[in-house]
């Protein structure tokens, strides 16, 4: 019994604790926060606000905000939370994101950044207002109890899982059972909540009406059961907020604006991944029967909208003959020879693809980082500028401008911790203009290529975003988009010698990517203001615009090659973006707008922003007094949990609680138990995250088991006290790689929980007394992959690990302990991937024990870091280990697919054909190439989504040992990571 327990445990390790939700305590490379930004607090009714310095301005606005979508939204949601809702506000982000979590308290984390203009998130009047509604509608959806789940909470708290089987079946059955919802219910609320509460959202978007109409139209509408899983093709990640919105939005005006708010609490008051009765009982139907009425209604809206498009003639184009899924921001080579465009395609990653103009051959293709995707051209067309992120001082995630030279193939990095965004090289080559971003503001800024001084052009404070400057072929001008919080979007001129601003063109519609035609008479932009994004063009000299295109997906990014007589643009389509060409004919535009549309969405918010802000003045919100940040306020435990675990006399039960501040800054974790053969047991593990580096102290009394440890696979335990202190420091990091050193001091002593009778393992004694050590370990993280993979494609990971033990320390034992890791993946087409992995360790000189024997053979887990396949686990011991692994990987079939909305979605298979090597020795015998031993074999894998959250990939294999003491081998494994 025990021995099929610690299997379980084992089991449910490998599928659910790869790390905690929240609170995993596992050592940072440093700091998770900027140690320079100092958080201060505001408090309101209902909210904590905390905040660095630089956004004192957005903290009190956010705090305006938060109270007033309070009332409104527990309204509709039927939900108060009994605490207040901590929130972060950050700016170590260039792009806009928030987040939020109820375990094991409330909490929303909001990066200080607005959203690109051509983005999903592009259409907003207050972006600060939208991210809060759709947060805190996750805070009011997951946070909810009922019935069962309201005694549960006040029992055991909002928790989070632990170590074993029995703290994580309870924290199934206490925490809010909503967290499990699937993402597009939990997705769905928070898109529908931020249109239904505002006068823009995602809902009321022309650029999520325009991938609703194209999937009309195309016949790409996903069904219900696709929504459970990770769809790696466009919209992607989308997915869920989109067709969650919309269902949500189908239900509340199908059924009553309460009915959202019904089945919050409805499904707070089930066990989780029951999810069709609370729909059934409300509408009488399921889930899946109100999705396919909803699909059906968009259907018809969205066919009456093609048809009313359809009523003019539309624009001729020819699409570019690209690969790619989404082609953006064609730039031409001021000579004509080349267009360069960023290419995301979810099987490789993000570049910017240089092709020839004439033949559209690619002629060269740069790798980027996320960014804003501007791409600009130097006058002799020799060179690009363009923008990327990458990390600042291992902490924040900023923007500088790079260049590419096409002679030398090599990028170049021009500034440092510029957070520059939208860059355009000057028509003489000397000056790059740009939107510089700080803490709560935008500016234009011009720097000198040269000497790369910066100048700040304008002067903007407040609620403005500014985008896409632009220079006008002489030199003289810099077009540019600038947006303010009412939603307005103006198109403004600067005289760059005098520094002087003009506004061309002020509009409530979501106009971008300016740019000049080659004799400067036409600003072209992009417009939604027929409810379809056309290209427009601004005549300078009559101060007016007119419609340039009329198509039935969008129009984006416009480029006017000189002397082509030509518009490139970004069209799409239901699978993507792509590169399109058509002619450049002013007499062919139109100067009154052709047919509109609207989104689908209900005109009518419940509440607008405006009157928001009305409530809040009239009721004179209450903000406490600013005080520096205090960790304590939310570290303290807030639930428990029951544990189960055992030693050599049985079942030890036990309790568990952890806790972290809301900044990270301190983390905890403490277990503690007691056996039935009346032995107690503690592990205690804190980080301290705030400075550089991270220092973490663990001190622990626990049974450890070695399973199978003797001949005839005897368990065996023994009780470990120690106290382990280390500190943990980056060396070197970027996005996608980093280089670390751990190191410290580790007391411990051993002794027996089992009573073995002088039995020894190949001789060797069961090491009683102290383990004193030093360690220090260096480890380098550099992998990819992709939407499509099958399991990482490129890069390398590569671990060393030295621990010293000896008596001047306090150990009983003086030795040395050696282990080197080395991964590397190789990438081919369709996602193909080979994987090498080179291990081996030594316990040189010095005692020898027992319980540091080296063992190979088995099939791959946690527990057996030397498996060999095709040998029985543990087969040979020695004190020198190498091992050896060479996989190829290949995909057999994506599915994409699921069972309704049941908690189930089959992803993909794949196939990897193995070889496995190894060897030990140093106790009886020496080394001996001939005793390598190794297997060959295959597995069948399948990638899979259980619960809508948990990725696993269970495995069948077979192997066979091709030398001595080798075995056939058919076996089950589960990974958790490829």
């Given at each position: 019994?025990?021995?099929?327990?610690?299997?379980?445990?084992?089991?449910?390790?490998?599928?659910?604790?790869?790390?905690?939700?929240?609170?995993?305590?596992?050592?940072?490379?440093?700091?998770?926060?900027?140690?320079?930004?100092?958080?201060?607090?505001?408090?309101?009714?209902?909210?904590?606000?905390?905040?660095?310095?630089?956004?004192?301005?957005?903290?009190?606005?956010?705090?305006?905000?938060?109270?007033?979508?309070?009332?409104?939204?527990?309204?509709?949601?039927?939900?108060?939370?009994?605490?207040?809702?901590?929130?972060?506000?950050?700016?170590?982000?260039?792009?806009?994101?928030?987040?939020?979590?109820?375990?094991?308290?409330?909490?929303?984390?909001?990066?200080?950044?607005?959203?690109?203009?051509?983005?999903?998130?592009?259409?907003?009047?207050?972006?600060?207002?939208?991210?809060?509604?759709?947060?805190?509608?996750?805070?009011?959806?997951?946070?909810?109890?009922?019935?069962?789940?309201?005694?549960?909470?006040?029992?055991?708290?909002?928790?989070?899982?632990?170590?074993?089987?029995?703290?994580?079946?309870?924290?199934?059955?206490?925490?809010?059972?909503?967290?499990?919802?699937?993402?597009?219910?939990?997705?769905?609320?928070?898109?529908?909540?931020?249109t239904e509460f505002t006068s823009s959202g995602r809902g009321r978007s022309s650029f999520v009406d325009m991938i609703l109409r194209m999937a009309v139209l195309e016949d790409s509408i996903p069904r219900i059961d696709q929504l459970n899983g990770d769809a790696p093709y466009w919209p992607s990640g989308n997915i869920p907020y989109i067709y969650g919105m919309m269902l949500e939005r189908y239900i509340a005006e199908t059924y009553g604006e309460e009915a959202p708010g019904k089945l919050n609490i409805s499904h707070s008051g089930r066990l989780p991944f029951?999810?069709?009765?609370?729909?059934?009982?409300?509408?009488?139907?399921?889930?899946?029967?109100?999705?396919?009425?909803?699909?059906?209604?968009?259907?018809?809206?969205?066919?009456?909208?093609?048809?009313?498009?359809?009523?003019?003639?539309?624009?001729?184009?020819?699409?570019?003959?690209?690969?790619?899924?989404?082609?953006?921001?064609?730039?031409?080579?001021?000579?004509?020879?080349?267009?360069?465009?960023?290419?995301?395609?979810?099987?490789?990653?993000?570049?910017?693809?240089?092709?020839?103009?004439?033949?559209?051959?690619?002629?060269?293709?740069?790798?980027?980082?996320?960014?804003?995707?501007?791409?600009?051209?130097?006058?002799?067309?020799?060179?690009?500028?363009?923008?990327?992120?990458?990390?600042?001082?291992?902490?924040?995630?900023?923007?500088?401008?790079?260049?590419?030279?096409?002679?030398?193939?090599?990028?170049?990095?021009?500034?440092?911790?510029?957070?520059?965004?939208?860059?355009?090289?000057?028509?003489?080559?000397?000056?790059?203009?740009?939107?510089?971003?700080?803490?709560?503001?935008?500016?234009?800024?011009?720097?000198?290529?040269?000497?790369?001084?910066?100048?700040?052009?304008?002067?903007?404070?407040?609620?403005?975003?500014?985008?896409?400057?632009?220079?006008?072929?002489?030199?003289?001008?810099?077009?540019?988009?600038?947006?303010?919080?009412?939603?307005?979007?103006?198109?403004?001129?600067?005289?760059?010698?005098?520094?002087?601003?003009?506004?061309?063109?002020?509009?409530?519609?979501?106009?971008?990517?300016?740019t000049w035609s080659g004799d400067g008479r036409f600003i072209i932009y992009s417009s939604d203001r027929t409810g379809v994004y056309n290209l427009f063009a601004f005549s300078i000299a009559e101060k007016k615009s007119y419609q340039v295109t009329h198509v039935l997906g969008s129009a984006f990014q416009p480029d006017i090659p000189a002397g082509s007589g030509k518009i490139l643009f970004s069209g799409y389509s239901s699978k993507g973006f792509y590169i399109a060409e058509m002619l450049y004919d002013a007499s062919g535009w139109m100067s009154m707008p052709?047919?509109?549309?609207?989104?689908?969405?209900?005109?009518?918010?419940?509440?607008?922003?405006?009157?928001?802000?009305?409530?809040?003045?009239?009721?004179?919100?209450?903000?406490?007094?600013?005080?520096?940040?205090?960790?304590?306020?939310?570290?303290?435990?807030?639930?428990?949990?029951?544990?189960?675990?055992?030693?050599?006399?049985?079942?030890?039960?036990?309790?568990?609680?952890?806790?972290?501040?809301?900044?990270?800054?301190?983390?905890?974790?403490?277990?503690?138990?007691?056996?039935?053969?009346?032995?107690?047991?503690?592990?205690?593990?804190?980080?301290?995250?705030?400075?550089?580096?991270?220092?973490?102290?663990?001190?622990?009394?626990?049974?450890?088991?070695?399973?199978?440890?003797?001949?005839?696979?005897?368990?065996?335990?023994?009780?470990?006290?120690?106290?382990?202190?280390?500190?943990?420091?980056?060396?070197?990091?970027?996005?996608?790689?980093?280089?670390?050193?751990?190191?410290?001091?580790?007391?411990?002593?051993?002794?027996?929980?089992?009573?073995?009778?002088?039995?020894?393992?190949?001789?060797?004694?069961?090491?009683?007394?102290?383990?004193?050590?030093?360690f220090i370990g260096l480890r380098y993280g550099g992998t990819l992959k992709y939407p499509y993979s099958i399991s990482r494609e490129e890069g390398r990971n590569i671990s060393l690990t030295y621990r010293r033990y000896d008596t001047d320390l306090g150990s009983g034992l003086d030795q040395d302990e050696y282990a080197i890791d080395y991964e590397e993946y190789m990438g081919f087409k369709k996602n193909h991937a080979a994987y090498l992995n080179l291990k081996g360790a030594a316990a040189a000189d010095g005692d020898l024990i027992a319980q540091q024997a080296?063992?190979?053979?088995?099939?791959?887990?946690?527990?057996?870091?030397?498996?060999?396949?095709?040998?029985?686990?543990?087969?040979?011991?020695?004190?020198?280990?190498?091992?050896?692994?060479?996989?190829?990987?290949?995909?057999?079939?994506?599915?994409?697919?699921?069972?309704?909305?049941?908690?189930?979605?089959?992803?993909?298979?794949?196939?990897?054909?193995?070889?496995?090597?190894?060897?030990?020795?140093?106790?009886?015998?020496?080394?001996?190439?001939?005793?390598?031993?190794?297997?060959?074999?295959?597995?069948?894998?399948?990638?899979?989504?259980?619960?809508?959250?948990?990725?696993?990939?269970?495995?069948?294999?077979?192997?066979?040992?091709?030398?001595?003491?080798?075995?056939?081998?058919?076996?089950?494994?589960?990974?958790?990571?490829?």
């Amino acid at each position: 019994m025990k021995n099929l327990f610690h299997t379980l445990c084992i089991l449910i390790t490998a599928l659910f604790f790869t790390g905690w939700f929240l609170l995993n305590p596992q050592v940072s490379d440093a700091a998770t926060i900027d140690p320079s930004f100092e958080f201060s607090t505001i408090e309101t009714d209902n909210f904590v606000i905390h905040f660095h310095q630089g956004l004192d301005d957005i903290a009190r606005k956010a705090a305006s905000i938060s109270e007033g979508i309070h009332e409104r939204l527990t309204g509709s949601l039927k939900w108060s939370p009994a605490e207040k809702t901590q929130i972060v506000l950050i700016d170590s982000i260039d792009f806009a994101n928030g987040m939020a979590t109820v375990l094991p308290y409330n909490a929303i984390y909001v990066f200080a950044a607005p959203p690109l203009n051509d983005s999903i998130l592009g259409e907003y009047e207050d972006w600060l207002e939208i991210v809060l509604i759709h947060e805190y509608t996750h805070i009011l959806t997951m946070d909810t109890a009922s019935g069962y789940s309201s005694v549960t909470r006040k029992v055991f708290g909002k928790s989070i899982p632990g170590y074993d089987p029995l703290s994580f079946l309870v924290f199934l059955l206490t925490a809010p059972p909503n967290v499990f919802m699937p993402d597009w219910w939990i997705e769905g609320m928070a898109t529908w909540a931020e249109t239904e509460f505002t006068s823009s959202g995602r809902g009321r978007s022309s650029f999520v009406d325009m991938i609703l109409r194209m999937a009309v139209l195309e016949d790409s509408i996903p069904r219900i059961d696709q929504l459970n899983g990770d769809a790696p093709y466009w919209p992607s990640g989308n997915i869920p907020y989109i067709y969650g919105m919309m269902l949500e939005r189908y239900i509340a005006e199908t059924y009553g604006e309460e009915a959202p708010g019904k089945l919050n609490i409805s499904h707070s008051g089930r066990l989780p991944f029951f999810i069709s009765a609370p729909a059934e009982r409300l509408t009488g139907l399921n889930y899946s029967q109100l999705y396919n009425e909803m699909v059906s209604e968009l259907r018809a809206g969205e066919r009456k909208n093609i048809e009313r498009l359809n009523l003019e003639p539309l624009t001729e184009f020819n699409k570019i003959p690209l690969k790619g899924e989404r082609l953006t921001n064609p730039r031409t080579s001021p000579d004509g020879r080349y267009i360069a465009v960023n290419r995301r395609d979810p099987h490789f990653h993000e570049e910017i693809v240089i092709v020839d103009a004439k033949t559209y051959k690619e002629v060269s293709a740069v790798r980027r980082l996320p960014s804003d995707h501007s791409i600009s051209w130097t006058p002799d067309s020799r060179k690009i500028y363009f923008t990327q992120a990458d990390i600042k001082n291992s902490y924040n995630f900023y923007q500088d401008i790079y260049s590419y030279g096409l002679d030398d193939k090599s990028i170049k990095r021009i500034t440092r911790d510029m957070r520059a965004k939208d860059i355009d090289v000057s028509p003489d080559g000397r000056n790059i203009v740009f939107v510089k971003v700080e803490a709560g503001r935008q500016n234009i800024a011009v720097s000198t290529l040269e000497s790369n001084d910066v100048e700040v052009i304008t002067g903007m404070q407040g609620d403005y975003t500014l985008s896409s400057p632009k220079w006008s072929p002489d030199g003289r001008f810099i077009v540019f988009v600038k947006r303010d919080i009412s939603g307005n979007t103006s198109i403004e001129l600067i005289d760059f010698d005098t520094k002087t601003t003009e506004t061309l063109t002020v509009s409530d519609y979501n106009n971008m990517s300016p740019t000049w035609s080659g004799d400067g008479r036409f600003i072209i932009y992009s417009s939604d203001r027929t409810g379809v994004y056309n290209l427009f063009a601004f005549s300078i000299a009559e101060k007016k615009s007119y419609q340039v295109t009329h198509v039935l997906g969008s129009a984006f990014q416009p480029d006017i090659p000189a002397g082509s007589g030509k518009i490139l643009f970004s069209g799409y389509s239901s699978k993507g973006f792509y590169i399109a060409e058509m002619l450049y004919d002013a007499s062919g535009w139109m100067s009154m707008p052709g047919p509109e549309i609207k989104p689908l969405w209900n005109d009518n918010s419940r509440r607008t922003a405006a009157d928001a802000g009305e409530q809040i003045e009239e009721n004179s919100l209450s903000i406490r007094e600013k005080k520096a940040y205090c960790p304590l306020e939310t570290l303290r435990p807030r639930f428990w949990l029951p544990t189960l675990s055992f030693d050599d006399d049985g079942a030890v039960f036990g309790a568990f609680t952890a806790g972290q501040d809301v900044l990270g800054y301190h983390s905890y974790m403490v277990q503690g138990g007691y056996g039935t053969g009346g032995r107690g047991y503690l592990d205690f593990n804190y980080i301290y995250d705030r400075w550089y580096p991270t220092f973490f102290l663990r001190t622990y009394s626990l049974p450890v088991l070695y399973s199978g440890f003797f001949k005839n696979n005897d368990d065996y335990y023994e009780r470990h006290r120690g106290l382990i202190a280390g500190i943990k420091l980056p060396l070197s990091t970027s996005l996608e790689s980093s280089l670390s050193l751990t190191a410290g001091y580790n007391y411990e002593k051993v002794s027996r929980l089992t009573d073995i009778y002088g039995r020894t393992v190949d001789g060797l004694e069961v090491y009683e007394g102290r383990r004193d050590n030093v360690f220090i370990g260096l480890r380098y993280g550099g992998t990819l992959k992709y939407p499509y993979s099958i399991s990482r494609e490129e890069g390398r990971n590569i671990s060393l690990t030295y621990r010293r033990y000896d008596t001047d320390l306090g150990s009983g034992l003086d030795q040395d302990e050696y282990a080197i890791d080395y991964e590397e993946y190789m990438g081919f087409k369709k996602n193909h991937a080979a994987y090498l992995n080179l291990k081996g360790a030594a316990a040189a000189d010095g005692d020898l024990i027992a319980q540091q024997a080296y063992r190979i053979g088995g099939i791959p887990s946690v527990q057996n870091e030397y498996s060999i396949r095709g040998f029985s686990s543990g087969f040979q011991t020695g004190k020198y280990v190498v091992k050896s692994t060479l996989e190829y990987r290949f995909p057999i079939k994506y599915f994409f697919r699921g069972w309704n909305t049941k908690p189930f979605f089959w992803d993909r298979l794949h196939v990897a054909a193995f070889a496995d090597a190894g060897n030990v020795w140093g106790f009886n015998k020496g080394f001996d190439p001939d005793d390598f031993s190794a297997g060959i074999g295959a597995e069948a894998r399948i990638d899979m989504v259980l619960g809508y959250k948990l990725k696993i990939t269970p495995a069948i294999g077979i192997a066979q040992g091709i030398t001595d003491n080798g075995v056939t081998q058919a076996y089950i494994t589960v990974y958790t990571e490829l």
